[in-house]
């Protein structure tokens, strides 16, 4: 069973970047697709980015296409979201999530759950 940790969250101007890690523990995270999705206050959770096992796929939400990249690093067990140009409606609390099979937009395939972290952009 993956354990997933987030990290790297913060307060940012608009414009500015962040990079959000999210490390695996007890399994290797290469046995894993891996997503990102964000929550924000009084919205539902929604898709931002996701990767392959091998990080060969990659898909995004069209809002932050061009402005995100997500990325893996297996031999670090860490799969990243580098985050710029970011905008105030980037406000949310980001979640790393980690499925077996192939890569989803769907929150409701993904097994296990990191337990967020804050990223507040302001205007």
């Known amino acids: 069973q993956a354990q997933l940790v987030e990290s790297g969250g913060g307060l940012v101007q608009t414009g500015g970047s962040l990079r959000l890690s999210c490390a695996a523990s007890?399994?290797?995270?290469?046995?894993?697709?891996t997503g990102w999705f964000r929550q924000a206050p009084g919205k539902e959770r929604e898709f931002v980015a996701t990767?392959?096992?091998?990080?060969?796929?990659?898909y995004y939400a069209d809002s932050v296409k061009g402005r995100f990249t997500i990325s893996r690093d297996n031999a670090k067990n860490t799969v990243y979201l580098q985050m710029n140009s970011l905008k105030p409606e980037d406000t949310a609390v980001y979640y790393c999530?980690?499925?077996?099979?192939?890569?989803?937009?769907?929150?409701?395939?993904?097994?296990?759950w990191g337990q967020g972290t804050q990223v507040t952009v302001s205007s």
């Open positions: 990767i392959s096992r091998s990080g060969a796929v990659t």
């Open positions: 999530a980690a499925k077996r099979g192939t890569t989803s937009a769907s929150f409701a395939t993904y097994n296990y």
């Open positions: 007890d399994q290797t995270i290469d046995n894993y697709a």
